[in-house]
């Protein structure tokens, strides 16, 4: 079957660290994968897109990574801040090209 | 910064009664999406818009469902008859592109089925 999973428990770092969440999917061949960010009770916010035949993509202090061949993507905030405190999700495209299949998402916490 | 906005924050009906969710995607934006959200659980695709029909669609979004782009400016979901497993954030999106683009999702209604 196809999944798509995420760390289901949340992430707890110490402001400043770097923040590394994971997502890893089977059963799929997507050609972007995409990275949101979901604060309560909101929609989901766009965060960065990377394409199958693109190995890193940066901007700011988020940094994603994409691994076809492990069908894994990392997703790293640099220098974390309290207000990086979300939950990250994590979207393949797939079907006929502009459906986002999400994964549960990871919450995360950046303390003081 | 143009954003995507939802109509009604929250909404709450009697089973089987017919609801109707309304957005206002970004105006030159020309694909139209809804996705729901289950209190807990992950955000899950119900159908694709583009040039007045649909273009794609789950297997969550039954004969129950319909969407529609009334004018040029609104874009609607309605669910005929509702049912307490309908309970959910609805949130609507909208992108300029359709393939590989970044969507704008909007705020959100909470629908409570009761």
């Known amino acids: 079957s196809q999944k798509i999973e995420q760390n289901s428990e949340a992430l707890n770092i110490q402001e400043g660290k770097t923040a590394t969440l994971t997502c890893n999917y089977t059963n799929y061949s997507p050609a972007y994968l995409q990275w949101y960010r979901q604060d309560p009770g909101r929609g989901p916010v766009f965060l960065l897109l990377i394409r199958e035949n693109e190995k890193e993509k940066r901007k700011e202090r988020l940094k994603v990574t994409f691994d076809t061949t492990l069908k894994q993507s990392l997703f790293h905030i640099t220098a974390s801040q309290p207000a990086d405190s979300a939950t990250y999700l994590c979207?393949?495209?797939?079907?006929?090209?502009?459906?986002?299949?999400f994964g549960t998402g990871t919450q995360l916490k950046v303390e003081l | 910064e143009p954003e995507v906005t939802q109509t009604p924050s929250h909404q709450v009906t009697q089973m089987g009664q017919e609801v109707i969710l309304r957005c206002v995607p970004i105006s030159n934006h020309l694909y139209f999406y809804w996705y729901r959200q289950i209190l807990g659980q992950k955000v899950e695709f119900l159908v694709s818009?583009?040039?007045?029909?649909?273009?794609?669609k789950s297997e969550i979004f039954d004969d129950q469902f319909s969407v529609e782009r009334p004018d040029g400016s609104n874009f609607t979901l309605k669910i005929r008859s509702t049912k307490l497993e309908d309970s959910a954030m609805y949130f609507c999106a909208s992108s300029s592109e359709a393939y590989g683009n970044e969507q704008f999702f909007g705020p959100g209604t909470r629908l409570t089925v009761l």
């Open positions: 818009f583009y040039n007045n029909e649909i273009s794609e």
């Open positions: 979207a393949l495209l797939t079907g006929g090209g502009n459906k986002l299949t």
